[in-house]
């Protein structure tokens, strides 16, 4: 069962939209700001190309702006762009360590993409210590555990993440998958429903989904539990 697991998981985590940032500032928008914000408006609709020229000009302007650096991560993950995504936001959270988005956006890229998951562990972590309410990082964790086959954790740090945010789809999938790896097949369908009905849209992830459900209804499969 551990290689659908695992394509389940990464057609997930390379979905997850751009996080909310805040803006970090009261100031009077600037031109670097406008540009900023440009560019994160074109990345939400996807056009990535854009953004990133958007981005480079917001930075040219004012190098300092920190949501510039995370606004330009986020551009770059949409675009499948791994390892600059990945310089950026750490470039984000050198700038500024308590920015917990780009602590939660780093991790959840590098679980997605193969990078290394000590690293991720260790920034999801901090994301937490940060902010303990911060749902995509709970479930970003929750789904490293369920890498490393400790279901008890996963299923802990996932339902509590569901309790946080109902439309977490990651936490969802993470529960519908350790409650399938522990037994428990009737909640693991309930979670993979719930993965569905969640998912309107994303048909990768919905067929994905559907795999899944296909396999708990023959519990003679290995790994599915009976």
Same mark, same amino acid.
């Given at each position: 069962?551990r290689?659908?697991?695992?394509?389940?998981l990464?057609?997930?985590?390379?979905t997850?939209s751009? /996080?909310?940032?805040?803006?970090?500032s @009261? %100031?009077?928008?600037?031109?670097?700001?406008?540009?900023?914000?440009l560019g %994160?408006?074109?990345t939400? &609709?996807?056009?990535?190309?854009?953004?990133?020229?958007? !981005?480079?000009?917001?930075l &040219?302007?004012?190098?300092?702006?920190?949501?510039?650096?995370?606004f330009?991560?986020?551009a770059?993950?949409?675009?499948?762009?791994?390892e600059q995504?990945?310089g #950026?936001y750490?470039e984000?959270v &050198?700038?500024?360590?308590v920015?917990?988005?780009? #602590?939660?956006?780093l991790? @959840?890229l590098l679980?997605?993409?193969?990078?290394?998951? =000590?690293?991720?562990?260790?920034?999801?972590?901090? /994301?937490?210590?940060?902010?303990?309410?911060?749902? %995509?990082s709970?479930?970003? !964790?929750g789904?490293?555990? *369920?890498?490393?086959?400790? #279901?008890?954790?996963?299923i802990t740090?996932?339902?509590? /993440?569901?309790?946080?945010n109902?439309q977490n789809?990651?936490a969802? *999938?993470n529960?519908?998958?350790a409650?399938m790896?522990?037994? &428990?097949?009737?909640?693991? %369908?309930r979670e993979?429903?719930?993965? *569905?009905?969640?998912?309107q849209?994303? =048909?990768?992830?919905r067929?994905? /989904?559907?795999m899944?459900?296909?396999?708990?209804?023959?519990?003679?499969?290995?790994g599915?539990?009976?």
């Amino acid at each position: 069962m551990r290689p659908l697991r695992q394509i389940v998981l990464t057609g997930l985590l390379v979905t997850l939209s751009v /996080a909310t940032m805040g803006m970090g500032s @009261c %100031r009077e928008e600037s031109s670097a700001m406008k540009k900023a914000n440009l560019g %994160r408006a074109l990345t939400e &609709r996807g056009d990535t190309e854009r953004a990133i020229r958007t !981005l480079e000009e917001a930075l &040219r302007l004012d190098p300092g702006l920190v949501m510039t650096y995370e606004f330009l991560a986020d551009a770059h993950s949409q675009a499948g762009h791994a390892e600059q995504a990945a310089g #950026f936001y750490r470039e984000t959270v &050198r700038r500024d360590p308590v920015r917990d988005t780009a #602590f939660t956006s780093l991790g @959840c890229l590098l679980l997605s993409t193969g990078g290394d998951l =000590e690293e991720a562990r260790q920034v999801l972590e901090k /994301a937490t210590e940060i902010n303990q309410t911060d749902s %995509r990082s709970l479930a970003c !964790l929750g789904a490293l555990d *369920l890498e490393s086959r400790d #279901f008890a954790a996963a299923i802990t740090l996932s339902e509590k /993440a569901v309790s946080l945010n109902p439309q977490n789809v990651q936490a969802h *999938l993470n529960l519908g998958l350790a409650y399938m790896e522990t037994g &428990r097949n009737e909640e693991a %369908r309930r979670e993979v429903q719930t993965v *569905l009905a969640q998912s309107q849209g994303n =048909e990768e992830l919905r067929g994905q /989904a559907q795999m899944l459900l296909d396999v708990l209804s023959h519990p003679d499969v290995p790994g599915a539990g009976t």
